[in-house]
């Protein structure tokens, strides 16, 4: 049986689980996965303080039960296996994520996926805000791996994105992509205001409403691009929902940020 971690507890107090990952735990007994310490607050306590410790990490498996929205740092800095949340999940789920996978039933917090590295980050609910983000004074955020939403995100979606795919089902706040260096968004929603304000390279799509773009994007022509129907199809490998119209549409690209070069695209639905 997989290792599970069931949380237990009914505080308001924010919880640390930086380190509760599939390879460091691997081949640990459940005395020894229960006596390691997790932060409360400012406090480091047990594991098992907090949590039912259910199974055996040996097949790099950890499942997590409950509503964790205060619990933090879920899978941050893994490096292989398989991480799966049974409900909701706090702030930073996945940060620096260097491989493996992790799979979120419930809504997710703000900072998933900050300065991943490679990987697979599936929530099926909503998340925060800066989603593949980087974080503050960092000159690069998300680098490598897929990351997706299946439902709506906060601000600052792919702030300093290098590499990587983005996909979120729902709509997206201000600023998706701000200072997109490289890699690609897509949003099967609508997104807010500046959308990938000073990009320089890279892709940024949305099928929902057209965006108001800045003055300093341009119209460069109208077609069917082969790339999206191969990205639509390995999402739908994920089971992350693509409306089956979207293969056969139209889109508009426009070429910026101007001020950046002007060598990043965005693309939209030609309506």
């Given at each position: 049986m997989p290792l599970t971690l069931t949380y237990l507890a009914k505080t308001t107090v924010p919880v640390e689980v930086a380190g509760l990952t599939p390879a460091e735990l691997r081949g640990a007994s459940r005395a020894e996965i229960e006596k390691r310490t997790i932060l409360h607050g400012n406090q480091r306590v047990p594991l098992a303080e907090l949590f039912r410790v259910a199974g055996t990490a040996d097949e790099e498996q950890l499942t997590f039960v409950g509503d964790l929205s205060g619990v933090h740092s879920i899978g941050a800095k893994m490096v292989r296996g398989v991480i799966r949340v049974e409900g909701n999940a706090g702030r930073h789920l996945g940060s620096e994520l260097a491989g493996g996978e992790i799979q979120v039933t419930g809504d997710?917090?703000?900072?998933?996926?900050?300065?991943?590295?490679?990987?697979?980050?599936?929530?099926?609910?909503?998340?925060?805000?800066?989603?593949?983000?980087?974080?503050?004074?960092?000159?690069?955020?998300?680098?490598?791996?897929?990351?997706?939403?299946?439902?709506?995100c906060g601000d600052e979606l792919g702030h300093n994105l290098r590499r990587g795919l983005i996909a979120v089902g729902g709509n997206v706040g201000d600023a998706p992509g701000l200072n997109l260096i490289a890699g690609t968004i897509l949003v099967m929603g609508s997104v807010g205001i500046r959308p990938v304000a000073g990009m320089r390279r890279g892709t940024l799509a949305v099928f929902g409403k057209t965006p108001e773009l800045l003055p300093t994007f341009r119209p460069s022509g109208l077609g069917r691009p082969l790339y999206l129907r191969l990205y639509f199809a390995a999402l739908r490998r994920q089971g992350f929902a693509v409306p089956p119209e979207l293969d056969e549409a139209d889109y508009r690209l426009y070429a910026g940020d101007l001020l950046a070069g002007g060598r990043g695209e965005v693309l939209t639905r030609a309506i």
């Open positions: 997710a917090g703000d900072w998933v996926g900050g300065e991943m590295r490679s990987g697979l980050i599936h929530v099926r609910g909503n998340a925060g805000d800066r989603v593949g983000s980087a974080y503050r004074g960092s000159p690069r955020g998300m680098i490598g791996g897929t990351l997706l939403v299946g439902g709506s």
